[in-house]
């Protein structure tokens, strides 16, 4: 996680989720996480899409996605597994100034792709 101030659990509901989506961290990606203060997590890129820049000497979480991919006519279906990297919302800073903890009332950038 990241070296630093903590932040407290935000007012919606204290789910850890990925910033970038809106998508709640579920199963053992969840009981990770759950050692962090961040509630909001972004990978690499998704911070860089933001304009966002990692604080010196942050450090990652790593998760684990595992999906099923469905069966169709010309092919069967099977389980797929991808690990991947999460950076607390804490660890990111935005023109050398800290990302604070949004708002509840804050325009996350998942409503925006609806």
Known sequence: MCKGGTMKNYVNDGQKRNYFTGREYTGRNAAILSASDDVFFLTFVQGKELGYHLT??????????????????????????????????SCWTKNGNAISEPAPDAAFPWAEKS
């Open 56 to 89: 010196a000497g942050s450090q990652g979480v790593h998760l684990l996605l595992v999906d099923r991919r469905e069966k169709t006519e010309t092919e069967d279906g099977y389980f797929y597994k991808r690990g991947f990297v999460v950076f607390g919302l």
